[in-house]
């Protein structure tokens, strides 16, 4: 349930959608051989529907408390640590300042855009109301400079989402910012908690540009990287697949080689440094913002006890290290030791990793290419996890089921869902109130972190306790299928959270029908 001022929906053609105004519904006649089919009428997200839907949420808004949040998108100049980078970011900061609330209150933003091209906010896990949720041409008008723009936003729920504009490659630079939301439930069971954002990073470096990367991608056309015989013609298996347990991403994790990677806005030189006392219990709240690279991520010395994906908790599972891709986020128990630690989220598949430190007593600090042995383990994966019983679907038959078929094109840097880019797609329809049932069949030799807007999923384990997200891995030639209740009406946008893969045409729409 979010609030824009001004703005509205402005959808396109190639989105099957022709509003003739906000207050309307979209209506799609389909012809064949044998004459024309009944009207489809969409619901837009200006719509009655996605009115009711947001006076629901209204009604449960819950503390009464206003937390505010000022977001400056311009151009600056960021020091990674000890590297100078002309880019764009919020408030000139990497990531931007932490937008931290507690359960149930209203949070009140305002975006003021002071880059030479439109952007927007997409609350990136949260489920608010359809015209809020930042897909130009999907679900509104894109914000052009130096326009401002506020939003209202009650009622965030369990997880906790990351603020990114979803405008071409804008994500592959310094424009995103953490959001925080407690739960006054927990709290009890840690001392400190510290927020990891994770990155990789090539912009301004080398007077390089993420869109002269995907442009590069474009004329070289799919990079021939190592297990990528066959790829796009295979037929995707069951989840419970064999994979490498050491490397469940397989042989090709990525199409960009960064030269750097960072943990909050920051190199190995000039590290984050978490602060504590031996014995502590810290809660680390991780987020991978990258846009091409998934990170394996250990703390020297320990365990890692995961407690929560994508917001939701999960039963505990303990380990050496911990795969994050794309757009998930996971928080994880350390009970810590006496001394100095190294922090490295390793780029999975590529040279390089991100670094940072815990220091709980004296000693030198660790060289920033330590490699901790703990990243040499099998590492959990959120697929692995299971969802706390309170968190959990009830358990029914689905009413619609839809196939995406994950694929790529070899002739060129183009990437699939059902064969279709983007301005090709046609919607996944479905109604409110439906139980529905997505199928992600990987028909590539690469992994992709399929995320969907506006909802949460559970995946199918079959059993009902596969774990609550919104994004998701699909590993390479596996299939895996998650179900969703179809509670909050309009268009929503899924897509792989590899933003070159997105970009280069791997996003379709699940579409509310009236």
Same mark, same amino acid.
């Given at each position: 349930?979010?609030? $824009?001022?001004?703005?509205?929906?402005?959808?396109?053609?190639?989105?099957?959608?022709?509003?003739?105004?906000?207050?309307?519904?979209?209506? #799609?006649?389909?012809?064949?051989?044998?004459?024309?089919?009944?009207?489809?009428? /969409?619901?837009?997200?200006?719509?009655?529907?996605?009115?009711?839907?947001? $006076?629901?949420?209204?009604?449960?808004?819950?503390?009464?408390?206003?937390?505010? +949040?000022?977001?400056?998108?311009?151009?600056?100049?960021?020091?990674?640590?000890?590297?100078?980078?002309?880019?764009?970011?919020?408030?000139?900061?990497?990531?931007?300042?932490?937008?931290?609330?507690?359960?149930?209150?209203?949070?009140?933003?305002?975006?003021?855009?002071?880059?030479?091209?439109?952007?927007?906010?997409?609350?990136?896990?949260?489920?608010?109301?359809?015209?809020?949720?930042?897909?130009?041409?999907? %679900?509104?008008?894109?914000?052009?400079?130096?326009?401002?723009?506020?939003?209202?936003?009650?009622?965030?729920?369990?997880? &906790?989402?990351? =603020?990114?504009?979803?405008?071409?490659? $804008?994500?592959?630079?310094?424009?995103?910012?953490?959001?925080?939301?407690? *739960?006054?439930?927990?709290?009890?069971?840690?001392?400190?908690?510290? #927020?990891?954002?994770?990155?990789?990073?090539? *912009?301004?470096? =080398?007077?390089?540009?993420?869109?002269?990367?995907?442009?590069? @991608?474009?004329?070289?056309?799919?990079?021939? !990287?190592?297990?990528?015989?066959?790829?796009?013609?295979?037929?995707?298996?069951?989840? +419970?697949?064999?994979?490498?347990?050491?490397?469940?991403?397989?042989?090709?994790?990525?199409?960009? $080689?960064?030269? &750097?990677?960072?943990?909050?806005?920051?190199?190995?030189?000039?590290?984050?440094?978490?602060?504590?006392?031996?014995?502590?219990?810290?809660?680390?709240?991780?987020?991978?913002?990258?846009? *091409?690279?998934?990170?394996?991520?250990?703390?020297?010395?320990?365990?890692?006890?995961? %407690?929560?994906?994508?917001? &939701?908790?999960?039963?505990?599972?303990?380990?050496?290290?911990?795969?994050?891709? !794309?757009?998930?986020?996971?928080?994880?128990?350390?009970?810590?030791?006496?001394?100095?630690?190294? @922090?490295?989220?390793?780029?999975?598949?590529?040279?390089?990793?991100?670094?940072?430190?815990?220091?709980?007593?004296?000693?030198?600090?660790?060289?920033?290419?330590?490699?901790?042995?703990?990243?040499?383990?099998?590492?959990?994966?959120?697929?692995?996890?299971?969802?706390?019983?309170?968190?959990?679907?009830?358990?029914?038959?689905?009413?619609?089921?839809?196939?995406?078929?994950?694929?790529?094109?070899?002739?060129?840097?183009?990437?699939?869902?059902?064969?279709?880019?983007? *301005?090709?797609?046609?919607?996944?329809?479905?109604?409110?109130?439906?139980?529905?049932?997505?199928?992600?069949?990987?028909?590539?030799?690469?992994?992709?972190?399929?995320?969907?807007?506006?909802?949460?999923?559970?995946?199918?384990?079959?059993?009902?306790?596969?774990?609550?997200?919104?994004? %998701?891995?699909?590993?390479?030639?596996?299939?895996?299928?998650?179900? @969703?209740?179809?509670?909050?009406?309009?268009?929503?946008?899924?897509?792989?959270?590899?933003?070159?893969?997105?970009? +280069?045409?791997?996003?379709?729409? @699940?579409? /509310?029908?009236?």
């Amino acid at each position: 349930m979010i609030e $824009q001022f001004p703005g509205g929906a402005r959808l396109s053609r190639r989105n099957f959608l022709a509003l003739a105004g906000l207050g309307a519904a979209a209506t #799609v006649t389909a012809c064949s051989s044998g004459g024309t089919a009944p009207a489809t009428t /969409y619901v837009g997200p200006d719509s009655t529907a996605v009115k009711a839907a947001e $006076q629901v949420r209204r009604t449960n808004i819950g503390t009464g408390n206003t937390v505010t +949040a000022s977001l400056k998108a311009g151009l600056t100049r960021i020091d990674l640590g000890g590297v100078q980078v002309d880019t764009w970011a919020y408030n000139d900061r990497i990531p931007g300042r932490e937008i931290r609330l507690r359960r149930g209150d209203l949070l009140r933003a305002e975006l003021s855009n002071e880059l030479p091209a439109e952007s927007t906010i997409h609350w990136h896990g949260v489920a608010l109301r359809n015209d809020m949720d930042g897909v130009p041409g999907l %679900t509104q008008s894109a914000i052009a400079p130096p326009q401002p723009v506020h939003l209202r936003i009650p009622r965030p729920r369990r997880r &906790y989402p990351l =603020a990114p504009p979803h405008v071409g490659m $804008q994500f592959d630079r310094g424009l995103y910012a953490p959001v925080i939301v407690e *739960d006054p439930a927990e709290g009890t069971d840690y001392d400190l908690e510290a #927020v990891l954002v994770l990155d990789d990073w090539l *912009d301004g470096v =080398a007077g390089g540009s993420p869109d002269q990367q995907l442009d590069t @991608l474009r004329r070289s056309g799919m990079p021939m !990287m190592s297990g990528m015989e066959g790829h796009g013609g295979m037929s995707g298996m069951d989840m +419970a697949a064999q994979t490498d347990p050491a490397n469940p991403l397989g042989a090709d994790t990525g199409d960009v $080689q960064y030269p &750097y990677y960072l943990i909050n806005g920051t190199l190995g030189a000039d590290p984050f440094t978490v602060r504590a006392r031996p014995g502590q219990r810290v809660r680390l709240r991780i987020i991978n913002a990258g846009a *091409d690279t998934a990170f394996r991520l250990a703390v020297g010395g320990h365990q890692l006890t995961v %407690t929560h994906s994508d917001g &939701y908790p999960v039963q505990p599972v303990t380990g050496s290290s911990l795969l994050i891709g !794309m757009g998930e986020r996971f928080d994880a128990m350390v009970t810590l030791g006496d001394g100095v630690f190294p @922090l490295v989220a390793s780029a999975e598949g590529k040279q390089g990793q991100g670094f940072a430190v815990i220091r709980t007593g004296a000693g030198e600090r660790p060289d920033p290419a330590i490699r901790p042995s703990e990243l040499d383990a099998p590492p959990i994966t959120g697929l692995a996890l299971r969802a706390r019983e309170d968190v959990r679907l009830d358990r029914r038959a689905p009413d619609r089921v839809h196939e995406l078929m994950l694929g790529m094109d070899m002739s060129g840097y183009r990437w699939t869902i059902n064969g279709a880019t983007y *301005d090709e797609h046609t919607p996944l329809e479905i109604s409110q109130g439906q139980r529905v049932r997505l199928r992600f069949i990987n028909q590539t030799m690469m992994f992709h972190p399929m995320h969907l807007h506006g909802h949460t999923f559970q995946v199918v384990d079959g059993q009902g306790t596969g774990p609550r997200k919104d994004t %998701t891995l699909v590993l390479p030639n596996q299939t895996v299928k998650v179900d @969703l209740d179809a509670n909050n009406p309009g268009q929503w946008l899924v897509h792989c959270h590899n933003l070159y893969h997105g970009e +280069a045409g791997m996003m379709t729409t @699940l579409s /509310y029908t009236e």
